[in-house]
């Protein structure tokens, strides 16, 4: 099962008279995309930099991080020493500032947003910019755990019923130890014995002993969130019973 690792920013160096890099009053490098690994994670490396504008007294910039998850969308994600406004010294002719950030994700495309203020002598902005960095992709992929299919039959029992639960990985990575759970009319009836391991695009069809349907079936996959995976919204499903 994958390692979620909480994300730690770290300030590395904040230097209020670096030289030059370009004309452009502000931009962004990635000095480092470290790739994941199982007891650390992955790791990014960025140096933000700006140059004073006539008249400006103070400057400040602002890193914010943006994951991207399988086929999802560019999110932010919050960490401890992200998000937070750094202030050069007064009158310093340039502001250069370099964060890591560790405990990237598996499969995870990260990117960060930089903001940056030009201030005077008497607080007042005089000019604001943001710039992109560049992608920085992590191996590997997280599964993504979903019920295909529900199909009932009468059990062998008068007043019972057999489901069967077909369960499929669309992710890009394995998932180990997947739990599901089958709730009739409410009330859960049964629980499988765990899937021991369900590869990319590989299903499973379990067997649930209930009691007959007459509202409707609940499928949980994964009940207890104890696996990552690239899509957490999609791990139940329900139907109407006829």
Same mark, same amino acid.
Request: charged share 30%.
């Given at each position: ?5 909480? =994300? ?12 030059? *890099? ?8 990635? =000095? ?20 004073? =504008? ?7 910039? !602002?890193?914010?991080?943006? /994951? ?6 560019? *999110? ?23 964060? !890591? ?9 990260? !990117? ?45 029992? *008068? ?33 499988? /014995?765990?899937?021991?391991?369900? /590869?990319?695009? /590989? ?21 207890? !969130? ?17």
């Amino acid at each position: 099962m994958p390692v979620r690792l909480a =994300l730690l920013a770290v300030a590395i160096a904040a230097l209020w008279a670096a030289p030059a *890099e370009a004309r452009s009053p502000a931009g962004i490098r990635m =000095l480092s995309c470290v790739p994941w690994e199982e007891s650390e994670g992955g790791s990014v490396t960025y140096a933000a930099r700006m140059h004073a =504008l006539p008249g400006t007294a103070r400057m400040s910039l !602002r890193i914010s991080l943006y /994951e991207k998850l399988a086929d999802g969308h560019f *999110e932010h994600v919050s960490a401890e020493g992200l998000d937070v406004w750094r202030r050069s010294r007064a009158d310093a002719p340039q502001f250069r500032y370099e964060q !890591r950030v560790r405990g990237l994700r598996q499969g995870g495309v990260y !990117r960060a947003v930089v903001r940056y203020r030009w201030h005077d002598s008497a607080d007042n902005r005089i000019e604001r910019k943001r710039r992109r960095s560049p992608r920085c992709v992590q191996p590997g992929g997280l599964p993504n755990l979903r019920v295909s299919g529900i199909e009932v039959r009468s059990g062998d029992v *008068e007043g019972t019923a057999l489901y069967k639960v077909t369960v499929v990985n669309r992710g890009s990575g394995s998932a180990r130890d997947i739990g599901v759970v089958l709730r009739v009319d409410g009330e859960v009836v049964d629980q499988a /014995e765990p899937i021991e391991l369900l /590869e990319p695009n /590989e299903s499973r069809t379990l067997t649930f002993n209930g009691p007959v349907c007459r509202k409707r079936v609940r499928v949980v996959v994964d009940p207890k !969130r104890q696996i990552e995976e690239s899509r957490e919204g999609d791990n139940i499903r329900r139907a109407t019973c006829l």
